[in-house]
């Protein structure tokens, strides 16, 4: 059975870049069947969509698509996200997901000084 897990800072400084690693297990990553997302949840708001990676490229969520960077690693099976020039506003439980449904536990990452 395949799973994920997230795993990144917790705590990150206002204008820096929040870095994520998305390991994905019981898989693999290089699959034309499957796409894999990334999903947030800012505290007391709903699911924000990010963005995901599959065979055929990369699509980001137009409102954060200027700092977003979804890529993957296939020797290690990860995907990773990069979300620049963060803010307070970017605190929230980030989620990877594969398409048919499954998902990561969620990370907590705060933006704080």
């Known amino acids: 059975q395949v799973q994920l897990q997230e795993s990144g800072p917790g705590l990150v400084k206002p204008s820096q870049t929040l870095s994520l690693t998305c390991t994905v297990s019981?898989?693999?990553?290089?699959?034309?069947?499957?796409?894999w997302s990334w999903i947030r949840q800012p505290p007391g708001k709903g699911l924000e969509w990010i963005g995901y990676i599959r065979e055929s490229g990369t699509y980001y969520n137009p409102s954060l698509k200027s700092r977003t960077s979804i890529s993957r690693d296939t020797s290690k099976n990860q995907i990773t996200l990069q979300l620049s020039s963060v803010t307070p506003e970017d605190t929230a439980v980030y989620y990877c997901l594969r398409s048919d449904g499954y998902w990561g536990q969620g990370t907590q990452v705060t933006v704080s000084s």
């Open positions: 019981g898989g693999s990553i290089t699959t034309n069947v499957y796409s």
